[in-house]
């Protein structure tokens, strides 16, 4: 079998070893597992932690010989876009995760990443001195370089899920697992093939030494993040720089999606607005061609203008493509100066190939074919047992909440381990059982502090679910809100009673690529005004059942959830801070009052003595205190 693996040895983990013939290999000793987990970066040893603390049998598959290999070279220019924020004010744990983009969740406060980094926005090498500290302390079951080339599915109706996933290695060494959790995140780099294109060099190993550019004039191709990072590392000493991109520039501060251009890198953006000879255009790169001409500079064209039945293959410079160069259209052609070097800043898609026919997950529609497709509980929408991990689970979320990054998908996974422990343990979803009367004291604390639905809003989303005769409720934190018609299948909880959806949200017309979000009125203070709020808020939806499959498909557009039978924004706050008593809290607890016919207020026992002598109906917060013998003599409880 293969090498050693951290923490762990041969004998903790294997459930059998047996002789096996899969898939037409020969037969040869299988391991077999009831979880493996393919890479060692956050997100495999996040899910990693939560199986660890719950005692289950597991393995991580890690090609290299470190835990978040991804960050040993990338970014590039290793100043990472994840905000390390230090400092808040406050001391509660779970309200500075808000502000902390790097931890992974545990339950040592020594592995928060401000112990890592006094940098707000951290050398990427801290990133794996962390991760490999993370899988050292916790003891995580990885084991490092093992390479996962081929994964297939061999059906068994004795199977957790009626087939279990065959592994094989790049040693040809075998595991059979009953899930399968995939955290290899997106790492192929996306190369588009165009004529020309091997004159182009990619993100990956162009060099980061800005004296190799001096007095240079460079073409990137691709306007986000990786691009503009490396615009920034060399526009002080190069010509000009142009990027191209087929689609309109996004800014992170318009569009609220944290993996649009970001600040930190939009230097470039100042040059071309302040006419300093750099520039930002809009094309298809499937519509281009990149020449080399004899002095062994390149030149941008439009393919249209390209005679492909006399076009030289290796797309070197000839007589036809000397034509083409002073050929376009109108003679200020806006890239009509040539290029010293074109670099490819694209991204990465996931890789697919590993998988086998039936193994292999769907891929995401449209803009989001980079990513497998997976249903809203991470599940792969094809293939039952195999979920996606990390990064490539952005899927689900993709240009909205922050589930492609540590800091969202940090809580997916735990989501994700939840819905395991239920489905294959009988452990049902964590939940709090409280009287009534302290609903609106719930309410407050988690949208006050609470991080998973901050970071993962209109994805992750707290659910309230009404007891009988509405005396009590049981609340669920952070559970996938579009599989909320399946909640009890994931959950073991039931709602026949009612139920509550706590989300955040920012308001419908505020997050896009246009949108003026510094306008004078871009914030409102008024209660009454809470549903036009625009930044993120909390929303508040109340159901008498659960929502179906269909009322989900059929929401109105924009909306995370199907039309309730009421609804509350608690209006936007500067501060993020909903403690207000006019502002948030009574009209929080009215709207509350309102679902339930009841009153929600709390009361001294004086009050409620008399309430008890002239009324038939005594409120939640009498019937549990005063009438309980609380409040008017000392006893154990007070």
Known sequence: MPASWAGSTLGTLVAGVVLASVCGAEASNVLHLDYCVIGAGPGGLQIAYFLQQTHRQYLVFER?????????????????????????????????????????LSHDDNLLYKHYSKDFFPHADTMVHYLNDFTRIFAL??????????????????????HHFFLTDQNDHHYRCSVLLVA???????????????HVEGYENVSVDPADFVGQSVLILGRGNAALETADNIVGVTNFIHAVSRSRLRLAWATHYVGDIRAVNNGLLDTYQLKSLDGLLEGDLSHIVIIRDKKGKLHLRLKHHLNKSN????????????????????DNFAVRLPYDRVIRCLGWTFDFSIFSNVAMPQRGRGRMDKYPLVKATYEAVNLPGMFIIGTASHSVDYRK????????????????????????????????????????????????EASGIYQMFSVLADVVLLQKNATEFEYLEEYPIGALPHLWQNTGKKAENGLFVINLEYGSNFSKPEADVFHPSRSVGDPKHAWLSNFLHPVIYFYRHIP?????????KLWPLPRPSSIHHVVEDFLTDWT??????????????????TDLRNYFAESCFKFALTQQHLPPSCRHGYLNGQGLLGNESL
């Not at 179906?548 to 109105?556: G, N, S, Y």
Request: overall charge positive.
């Open 401 to 448: 909440a922050a589930g492609g990054f540590i800091h969202g998908f940090r809580y997916t996974a735990r989501a994700v381990h939840r819905l395991l422990e239920h489905r294959h343990h009988g452990v049902h979803w964590p939940a709090t059982l409280l009287p009534v009367s302290q609903l609106t004291n719930m309410i407050i604390k988690r949208i006050n």
């Open 141 to 162: 079951k990885v084991q490092y370089n093992t390479e996962i080339k081929k994964i297939e599915v061999e059906r068994d109706s004795e199977a957790w899920n009626g």
């Open 64 to 104: 290299s010989d470190v835990s978040g290999s991804f960050f040993v070279r990338y970014p590039r220019h290793r100043k990472l876009i994840s905000i390390n924020k230090r400092y808040t004010g406050k001391q509660n744990k779970e309200f500075n995760l808000r502000h902390d983009w790097n931890s992974l």
């Open 548 to 556: 179906t499959e269909t009322e989900m498909t059929q929401r109105p």
């Open 311 to 330: 076009a030289s293959q290796d797309m070197s410079m000839t007589i036809h493509d000397q034509r083409l160069l002073s050929e376009e259209g109108a």
């Open 184 to 198: 290899t995140g997106v790492w192929v780099p996306n190369v588009p093939d165009f004529p020309g294109s091997q």
């Open 580 to 597: 207000a008593a006019r502002a948030h809290i009574l009209p929080l607890r009215r709207f509350l009052e309102t679902c339930l016919h």
